[in-house]
């Protein structure tokens, strides 16, 4: 390489120049810019905003075909269908118009609309030829929201649909289902939304929704039970057949309704929990307050006596039977057979209450009062003659009264004392008439009869050769008597006849008495007056 000569000129770095000032020129293309960034935005705000959802499947769902529709309107449309990266869901992309963006927000709800049959109820017919779609339920929040998980059942209410919401409890779930109606009235008010199991596996709550106007008939009064199937009960107080209606039979269903005889009750809040209870009857049971066990021995059979048996007293029931059990008395070496039942005081209204004692110590008073001096007692009645089902009739015996009792309605478990049934009474009077049948002698009224009737049958045989010989030998001659003395009659008519002679000598003789009975009286009459005629003759008149 060949070295520079030293004298070779420097390079010197010139001064910056001065810069120049904006042109005027640039506006124009400035202004342009920002329109066409404008514009930009502008369409992009027209396509409104995306959105992702998160699905179990992608059934039905096709990249720009499927639909997005809330009350069956066009507001958007999927835009991409992808899995997700643990591969366990899909998510859509979808855009929803600009017109429709107020509904997505965070409480909003997304499900697939497809051809389902669910709750007895069949939905999404109209797929079958459009296909399938994605429909919105819209949320009450403020909050806007990008991501959402669907539904993969379609929720059986929405959010905007007027009505309250409530909770029922109960000890099974049965054959209700998600859909199952509620009636009110027989009247179709609702369905169930939902069900869940106890933390405590020890029964479920379901959620209902009543749509309104029906929900203000939802009070604190009210009283819920299971109306599915057919309630057809055949025990001791007859046979009784309940149902709704055939979708409840079914597919089950819940009925409410408040007791006629509960006043000042008012609208229950949204939210509220009531007792789901197994049937009508058992719901619309007045309050029983405070229960009072009772236990009874009785002396016949138990067959037939049931937990749950009516504690009748004169027609109302006052409370149910318990347990029926056995039991064996080591000290007294012997069996008992106790039946626990539980009456309900407050079942027994009081007429005047005196305000300073409840009405279960009045009844109590009442019912120790009865049983002392009145012959209260209990007895087996057959409720049933079909089933044979017996219950424990409450009354008062005092005819059957022998002895009085005590009863302590203080004790833990008060003895109510009882009295033979009418099947038991009647047993006992049958074997006292047998017992007093096996003091007869049969025998020996046997053997009297036997010569009895040997002496009848030979008065018959006499009897029999009497008539006979009546027949042969007095026959003929009563025959000819007979004959004698239909002639005689003969001859009687004819002298008795108007024209016989002897009527004639009759009339004749009768003639001549009446004129000498004239002629008698005529002397009769002139011997009253001349009574001296008998010495001295008749005597002329005097003229």
């Known amino acids: ?62 990249a720009g075909k499927t639909l997005i529709r809330y009350k069956d309107v066009n507001i958007g449309e999927v835009k991409t269908v992808t899995l997700s990266k643990d591969r366990k869901h899909v998510l859509v992309t979808a855009r929803i118009d600009k017109t429709a963006q107020e509904l997505i927000v965070e409480d909003a709800q997304f499900w697939v609309v497809r051809p389902r049959f669910n709750g007895g109820q069949l939905s999404g017919i109209s797929t079958l ?86 929900d203000q008939f939802v009070s604190t009064a009210a009283r819920f039970w299971n109306a599915s199937g057919i309630d057809l009960a055949l025990d001791a107080n007859g046979v009784r057949l309940h149902t709704q209606s055939i979708a409840s039979v079914l597919l089950g269903g819940i009925a409410f309704e408040t007791p006629p005889n509960v006043t000042g009750d008012t609208p229950a809040e949204p939210n509220t929990t009531f007792t789901l209870n197994y049937d009508r009857d058992l719901a619309m049971k007045m309050p029983d307050g405070e229960g009072q066990v009772l236990v009874m021995h009785f002396k016949e059979s138990l067959r037939g006596l049931v937990p749950g048996a009516p504690l009748d007293f004169r027609g109302v029931q006052v409370g149910e039977v318990i347990s029926v059990s056995a039991e064996y008395d080591s000290n007294r070496d012997w069996f008992y057979f106790p039946v626990k039942a539980i009456i309900y005081p407050e079942r027994i209204h009081l007429l005047i209450p005196d305000g300073k004692t409840n009405t279960a110590e ?102 029999d050769k ?44 009768l003639r001549e008495v009446s004129r000498a009975a004239q002629s008698l009286r005529t002397l009769t009459d002139m011997l009253d007056r001349q009574p001296e005629a008998l010495l001295r003759g008749k005597q002329d008149a005097q003229p």
Request: hydrophobic letters at 40%.
């Open 129 to 214: 030829l459009s296909g399938a779609y994605i429909s919105v339920g819209a949320g009450k929040s403020s909050k806007h929201k990008r991501q959402f998980t669907g539904l993969e059942v379609a929720p059986i209410l929405t959010s905007d649909l007027p009505g309250r919401q409530f909770q029922l409890h109960a000890p099974d779930l049965g054959s209700i289902d998600i859909g199952a109606p509620i009636y009110f009235r027989h009247i179709k008010v609702g369905e169930v939304t939902a069900y869940t199991l106890d933390k405590n596996g020890h029964g479920v709550s379901l959620k209902i929704f009543i749509q309104a106007p029906y």
């Open 362 to 463: 009045r009844v109590k008073r009442g019912l120790y009062k009865a049983v002392v001096e009145r012959g209260f007692r209990a007895q087996l009645r057959t409720g049933n003659l079909l089933t044979s089902q017996l219950y424990v009739a409450l009354d008062f015996f005092k005819e059957k009264q022998t002895e009085k009792v005590k009863m302590d309605w203080h004790a833990a478990l008060p003895e109510l004392p009882t009295v033979p049934g009418n099947f038991e009474e009647l047993q006992l009077s049958l074997a006292h008439i047998l017992k007093n049948l096996e003091k007869v002698q049969f025998d020996a009224i046997a053997t009297d009869l036997q010569k009895t009737l040997t002496t009848v049958d030979s008065s018959l045989k006499r009897i």
């Open 1 to 62: 390489m060949t070295d520079l000569p030293d004298n070779l000129p420097q390079a010197v770095i010139a001064p910056p120049k001065q810069q120049r000032k904006f042109s005027v020129v640039w506006i124009i293309p400035a202004i342009a810019a920002l329109i066409g960034i404008w514009l930009a935005i502008d369409a992009i705000g027209d396509l409104g905003r995306t959105i992702t959802i998160s699905f179990e499947t992608a059934e039905g769902l096709e």
């Open 466 to 509: 009497l008539v006979e010989n009546l027949d042969k030998n007095t026959g003929p001659e009563l025959t000819n008597a007979l004959k004698d003395f239909r002639a005689t009659l003969n001859k009687a008519d004819k002298v008795l006849s108007a024209d016989s002679p002897l009527q004639q000598d009759v009339h004749e003789t």
